[in-house]
Every structure is written in C-alpha cells, then in structure tokens.
C-alpha cells in the first residue's frame, strides 16, 4: 500500500469510527484500486467532500471546511485554462494542506513516469532549456521540484535604490540581470490578509479577492499556458480559495482538537475574522485530565509569550490564525546562503549607503525596488502546519523543531527543552 493509498484507507477509517457526519462516494474495492493505481489523490477520486472529513497525515488527521457547505473539487480551481493540463489544484492539494510537498511529488512522477502535468514544459524544472523527452531526463530536471521546491525567474524592477552586483548560481540560469530561485507553494486556505504570495507580487491594495483573481491570471497565462481567463473564472477561484479553511483536527493522543471547549479544528477557523490578538483555542484545557491536551495550552501559552523572553505573535499577530493581520513583511532571516546550500546567491548593493546584503531570496525588494525590504516574505497562516512539511519559504526546515530552533539560533528566542516541546505541540495541533 502506498502513501495515496494509506491516505484514503485510513481517512474511510476515521470517518466511520468517528460517527462520519456526511457521506463520501466510495468507491468498490476493484474500482477503487483500478483509480489508486493511477494518480489517486482526492480530486480523483471525488467531485466533494464532506466539511471536516479527517485526511490522517504524520500527526494524526487534518481537515477542510468550506463556507459553501462542503469542499467542492470540481470547479475552476480543478480545471485546467490551458493546454498542458494543470490547473490550480495541481500544486495545492487538500492533502498536503492546499500545498504541496516533495513525497507527493515525488510519487506522482514515479506513478506517470514523469508525464504527470506538474512536470509540463519547463516551468519548474532545476534548468528553463533541461531536457525532458526520457524518463531519465525528466528525473533529472526536477531534482528541486520533487522537494516541493517551485522556481522564480525576475528581473529587478526599473525603478530601485540598489544594484545586483554579484550572482552566483550552481544551476547556470540566475544572473545579475534576471535572478532565479526556488521557493515552497504558499497555501490555498485560510487566507485572511490581502498581501498575496511570499514576496506580495500579487498583492492589489488591501482587497485580498483582487489580490487572488490576479494571481489566477497570472498562473492560467504562465504555468497553465493558457489564454487570458474570463473574468467569471478568476471571481470563481477567488471565490473558491476565500472560502477554504483548513486545520488539523486529531491529534494522536489529544483526540478531538475541538472537544471539551477547546476551539481547534477547520470549522472554527473558518468563522475565525482577521483581527490581531493573541491565540486562545486551547484555553480550555489548561486543567485537562489529559496530559496531551495540556501540553497543546502551555505549547499556546509559549507562542503567546507567557514565561518568555520574546512571543510568536509579534509577526504572527493574526488571531488564531497566525497571518500578520495588517499584511506586513518580515526578514527572518531564512535566506541567509550559510542556511541555503546549493542554492543560487545573488549580492544587492545600496545605492544610498553602499551597504552589500547577500541573499539566496531577495523577497519584497525585488518586487518593489527597495533595498529595505530585501529579505522581507509574507507570514504565513499557520493553520493544517503538520500537513504541509517542509517549513519556511525555502523549505529548509524539515520539520517544526528545525522551525523552532531556527527563531532560537537566527533570532534571539530562548527556549527551555520542555518549552520547545510545548511549542511544537501546539503547532502541531494548529
């Protein structure tokens, strides 16, 4: 049985030891196998599912909700606009936590040999002129992708107070005129700020829906190679990914991350505004008969900075949802070269003060031109965090130890070894 497989098996397992709630089409057993054999993820196999269906990953069991009553997977979001045949949900997946990591990649290229739409054209491949007509070839060229790496190609904007003054790339492509890079997929669920994608390059002044409808353009013109959309399809996918919550709702050894008062679980994060505050879904266990579920409220109290020297949400200021509720970007120094092997380095030069930054991402600043914000990404929504490992925009952390070490190391946080695994248990129950 392979991952697909244990995904779904386990997730019919559940649902029917948990009581269920809706229904699911399944399939039979011989049809079922006949689609697990090909590429078996969820929009495969079904045209919806229920709100709050548990998907099991590495800690126990995630789930979606959607505002429309059940999470839809035949819609714009699911149909390919152009003519390679990827579509949205290509790269964000319900399993992976509407992203997608490097084993599902990985896997749907060994099942499709590598002729799976992900790998289409050159888009993603580690070189833009990487040969793809063999399977070898095609293994090749996507060493980055089947880590759940996608590229960036850009030119520096016209307008700026810096220079690129140095680019050394150990894939040939980058240079000090157009700069080339890997980042992870942001998540299609959850979204509350308006600033849209890492670097906020899609970002349309505070109206997060514009902000989505222009990046669907963007992806359906470029990735899809398709034809410029009908303004009814992007308000379709806009509409769609506004509606999405996602979150993990088991815990292996908590139960229920929305039982006996706790406010865990996609449902809740979907009726979640934006505002700034602190996190409070998990108060109710402070008393807990079980020993899990009191390791998730001291892990809450950490992040809210309860007995440390420094608190999560002075970014992840979103409440209960961990996004910074005003859109701002920070450098948290994640694109250091020393924490990036192997990836291209590009050196930026002030000039106003001569100051030299060295970057393997250079972030906000290459969109807008400005020295000060190079380095500076999107924060994240840290909702359904279990589901979709590696961490950070470059994925160099494989999992939220590493994420909480980094703010340790890089910068300043001073952790106990309990409060350290606290910490990683309420993010996994995030």
Known sequence: MNRFE??????????????GGACVEVPEAGEAESELSREALLEELYRELPN????????????????????DLDNAFFTPQGKNGRHCGTCHRPEDGWSINGPTVTELFLRTDGLHP?????????????????????????????????????????????????????????????????????????????????????????????????????????????????DAVLQEIADYELGISHAQIIVMGAGRLDADGARGGPAHAAAQPLTAGRFDLFDAWERSDNSRRRQIWRGQQVFNGVGTNRRCGGCHNAANNGQHAGGALFDIQTSRPDLAPGRAVYELTSRVTGEVVKTTDPGQGIRDGQFAHLGKLKVPNLRGLVSRAPYFHNGIAADLLAVVRHYERELGFVYSPTQEADLVAFLEAL
């Open 6 to 19: 244990s995904v779904f098996v386990a997730t019919v397992a559940v649902t029917v030891a948990l009581g």
């Open 52 to 71: 709050s269906l548990p998907i099991a990953n590495a800690r126990g069991f995630a789930a979606s909700f959607s505002a429309a009553g059940s999470v």
């Open 118 to 230: 992900i790998f289409a054209g050159h888009f993603d491949t580690d070189t833009p002129a990487a040969k793809m007509d063999t399977v070898e070839e095609r293994w090749n060229a996507t060493t980055m992708l089947r880590q759940g790496l996608f590229t960036r190609l850009v030119k520096p904007p016209v307008s700026r107070d810096y220079d690129v003054t140095g680019a050394s790339d150990p894939f040939g492509v980058g240079t000090t005129e157009s700069l080339f890079w890997f980042r992870r997929p942001m998540p299609t669920a959850g979204l509350r700020s308006h600033t849209v994608n890492w670097d906020g390059a899609n970002t349309v002044g505070t109206s997060l829906a514009e902000g989505l409808k222009k990046q669907a353009r963007g992806n359906i013109v470029g990735a899809q190679e398709g034809p410029p959309p009908s």
